[in-house]
């Protein structure tokens, strides 16, 4: 019996609480990976019938702008997802607190969030759990950090990695790495973008046409990366070998270097880490006011 299937997932009913891009992403995953039925997912939102629409059309879940039916949802999910801003957590917890229940298994995406929010939010024996996915889990090439508050259970920690495996891959860290996760690969994904980019722009002013550009640039990403994964050699050694003594990647290496490359992406995961932990602290404070 294969992993999913112990979990019994299929058989669970999921909401998601807020429908935005990363809602849309594990959704899609959830999907494309059959693990669960459209008809067992529903997603609320707060307003925007446009946006619910689409996704009802194109996944075939349900979707209900929040106030209607929202409540019964609530309470029949297995699985609520909370996947709002940080700045909009503190009003719809408190607003969804009624209907919640500790049979119940919360997860929540929101970065900067803690546990112990959560549980002040909703009440302290809930079973939670704090994780940072990234928007790949739309493709099921997601990487997720994961934490668990002490009353999660066995059973739903299987169910959660089998979630969130399902989309990707998972690390299951400590809470206080939350913030470490969410400089790497949260906000990873849009500093691969802005390198591609940059890329891309170069490519098109040295003449090449926008599409063999974007194809060029796309598969030495992809390349590159799978190198990584597919050889298990450090990316210091990989890039040495493309580096011919004197030749042209030595000599835009030494571009990178002079414009401090490396200490401009180690300050940027670092911000964004720091950045996880003001929006926490920006919820703690609403909370205690
Ligand atoms: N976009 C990303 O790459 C990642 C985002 N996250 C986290 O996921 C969460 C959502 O981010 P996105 O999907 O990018 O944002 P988004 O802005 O696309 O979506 C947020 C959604 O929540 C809804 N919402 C707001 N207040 C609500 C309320 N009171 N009740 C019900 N719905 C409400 C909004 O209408 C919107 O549809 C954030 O907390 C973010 O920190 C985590 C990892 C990666
Ligand atoms: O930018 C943000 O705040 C969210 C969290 C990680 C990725 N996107």
């Not at 909401?15 to 067992?40: H, Q, T």
């Not at 801003?85 to 209907?99: C, H, N, R, V």
């Not at 112990?116 to 997601?142: A, C, D, F, K, W």
């Not at 401090?260 to 995961?269: D, G, M």
Request: glycine fraction near 8%; include cysteine; charge should be negative.
């Amino acid at each position: 019996m294969s992993l999913l299937t112990q979990t019994g997932i299929a058989s669970l009913q999921l909401c998601f609480y807020g429908a935005g891009s990363m809602a849309e992403a594990i959704v899609r995953g959830l999907i494309n990976e059959k693990l669960v039925e459209p008809k067992r997912i529903s997603m609320l939102n707060r307003q925007n019938e446009e946006r619910l629409a689409e996704l009802h059309e194109k996944y075939g879940i349900q979707t209900i702008v929040q106030g209607s039916s929202n409540e019964s949802y609530l309470r029949e999910a297995d699985i609520i997802f909370l996947a709002m801003k940080p700045k909009d957590a503190a009003e719809a917890l408190t607003a969804i607190k009624p209907f919640i229940s500790p049979k119940q298994l919360i997860i929540s995406v929101i970065a900067g969030l803690s546990i112990s929010s959560i549980e002040q939010l909703l009440g302290g024996q809930i079973p939670v759990v704090r994780t940072m996915p990234n928007t790949s889990s739309t493709i099921g090439l997601g990487a997720t950090g994961i934490s668990y508050s002490d009353v999660v259970t066995p059973q739903q920690r299987l169910l959660t990695e089998a979630v969130f495996n399902s989309v990707g891959i998972n690390a299951i860290v400590d809470e206080p790495l939350q913030q470490a996760v969410t400089g790497v690969s949260g906000s990873g994904p849009a500093y691969v973008y802005y390198f591609m980019e940059a890329m891309m722009e170069a490519a098109g002013q040295l003449g090449l046409p926008p599409e063999a550009a974007k194809e060029l640039v796309v598969q030495t990403v992809l390349g590159a990366a799978e190198m990584v994964r597919a050889t298990g050699e450090e990316p210091s050694e990989l890039r040495r070998k493309v580096t011919s003594p004197n030749g042209t990647t030595q000599a835009a290496l030494e571009i990178m270097a002079e414009n401090l490359f490396s200490e401009t992406i180690i300050k940027a995961v670092h911000r964004s880490a720091e950045r996880a932990g003001e929006l926490g602290a920006a919820i703690e404070r609403s909370i205690s006011e």
